[in-house]
C-alpha cells in the first residue's frame, strides 16, 4: 500500500506503563490509540467528535466491529506511527482500515467498523453515514491536514 | 485502624495487563481502582452516580485533589481490596481516606477530595455537599450494605 | 450456545470511568476485560500466566489476532460477564471465543488468537500449544472451577 | 514559576476516549501522563528506562508517592502539555513537580516522588538516586533537550 492513499496518520510514543510484564505492548493500548487516531482524523477537519455529532443529532459514530492483527511487538522508546489506510463507506457504516508502524517495521493492521448512533426514544438507531463522508472527505475544499 | 470503621470495600483482581515491565502494577491503576470504589459505594446506596447527579443537578461529584503513598508492590493474581475507610466532609468538599490491602499486606494508603459540580452559566461551581452526605450515610435508614 | 459449554466466567461492574462521554463503555476497556478474563481462567487452574510461562520456557502467551462485535451498549452500574464460551486449539495458536452479557442482554462477542512465545537468539518464535491446552483442560483431574 | 525553570515538556491531544460522562478527563489519565513524560524526560537524556535500570541494576524506579490537585477541566480535543517544573533530590528519593496546563489555562498540578529500586534477596531496597541525578542532570555534557 503506497503512503499516498493515506487519510490520516498519528504518532504515539510507547511509554513503559503501555507494556506489560513481558515488555511489550498490553495489546488493548492499540485499540485506545487506533481510537485516539480517528478522533485526531476528526478534529483535523476543524471540528472535535462532540461538535460534528450535536450538528448532525448524533449521540455519538460508536464502534460495531474492531479487529487487529499483531505483526510485531511494540516497546517502550518506540515512535507508533498510527495511519488511517483507507475508509469503506456503505449506508449505515464505515469501515475504517488501519496500520501501525515503527520506522519501516509493521506492528499491526487493523480495523473499525463504525456507525452514527441516534436516538430513537429508548432505543438507538442508526443514521445515514452521508454526512460523515462529507466531513471526513472535506468536498468543501476546506480540508485541514496536520 | 479497625475494620469496624470501613464505610465500603470493593474487591479487584490485579491481572498480568495492569502490570509494568518491571512485574508490579503500573501506578495509575490504583486510582482507577479508587474511583471504581468511590463509584461502587455510590451504587450501594442504591443509585448510580449518573442517577444521584441528575436528583440533585449535578454534573459531577468530580476529583479536586488526590493522593497516594505506595507501601508494597502488587502482582498478578494479587486480590487486592480496596477500602473507604473514612470520609471527611466539609461544606463544599469531602475527603475520602483510602486503603488498598492484599491479606495482611498493606499496599496503598491514599485519598480523594471530591466537590459537586454544578453549571453556573459557562462555569462550574462547587454546591454544598450535604445531599452527597445524606446519601451516603443512609439517615433514611435504608442503607443497602453490600 | 449453551451455558454448559462456557470455560470459564468473570464479572466486571462497569464503572463511570469505564465509560465515555456519549454514557457508554470507551471500547477498548471490553478488550481489557477479555485479556483479563483470560489470566482469570489461567488462575483457575492454579497459577498465574508467569508462572505457567516460566515453567514453559515461554516469555506469554501473546496475541496474535483479536476481535470483537458490538451489540449493544454497556452502562455505569451494569454487572458485566464476559464468558470464553470454546477454545479452537491449534498446533501453534489458540482461539478463545467470547461472549460479555448483562443479565440476558448480550453486548459483545469476539475471539483471542493467541500463540506461546519463546526467545529464539534476538527473535520470537511460536512453541506448540499442547502444554497450554494440558494445563487449562486439566487432564489430572485437578480442574478447580470457580 | 517561569518557564525557564522546566526540566521537560510533552504534550498530549486529550482525546474523546479519555474523558468520562460527564465530559471531562477521566482523572487517573493525568496520572498516566505523569508517567509517560517522567519516560520521555528519561529518553530524552538518551536512554530508555530499562536500560538505564539494566545498567544500575535496578529493578524500576518506581513510585513512592503521588499527588495531584485538580484546578479546571481538560476536554476533548485539548492540547495539554505537562511540564516537570523542578526535582528535588534526596538520598533515597526524588520528587518530581509537574503542571499541566491547555494555552494559558492551569489544568493540574501534582508531583511524583520516586525511588531506585533494587533486589536484596526476596525484597527490594532503595538505592542511591545519585546515579539518576547524573544521568537526568546530564552533568556529562551530552545532554540532548527536546
Known amino acids: 500500500m503506497s503512503a499516498d492513499t493515506t487519510l490520516y496518520s498519528a504518532t504515539f ?6 507494556c506489560d510484564p513481558a515488555g511489550i505492548v498490553y495489546y488493548p493500548n492499540y485499540l485506545r490509540w487506533f481510537d485516539s487516531t480517528y478522533h485526531g482524523f476528526m478534529r483535523s477537519r476543524g471540528k472535535t467528535h462532540q461538535i460534528f455529532c450535536n450538528e ?32 469503506e463507506w456503505r449506508d449505515k457504516s464505515v ?13 499491526i493492521e487493523g480495523y473499525e467498523v463504525r456507525g452514527l448512533f441516534m436516538r430513537d426514544g429508548d432505543r438507538l438507531r442508526l443514521a445515514h453515514t452521508g454526512p460523515l463522508k462529507a466531513y471526513l472527505e ?8 496536520t
Do not use: H, K, Q
Open 13 to 18: 510514543l510507547i511509554g513503559f506503563g503501555d
Open 56 to 87: 448532525n443529532g448524533l449521540i455519538g459514530t460508536g464502534l460495531m466491529d474492531v479487529g487487529a492483527t499483531f505483526r510485531s511487538p511494540g516497546r517502550d522508546g518506540d515512535d507508533l506511527v498510527i495511519s488511517i489506510v483507507s475508509a
Open 95 to 107: 469501515r475504517f482500515n488501519y496500520r501501525g508502524t515503527v520506522g519501516d517495521r509493521l506492528l
Open 138 to 145: 472535506g468536498d468543501d475544499g476546506e480540508r485541514p491536514r
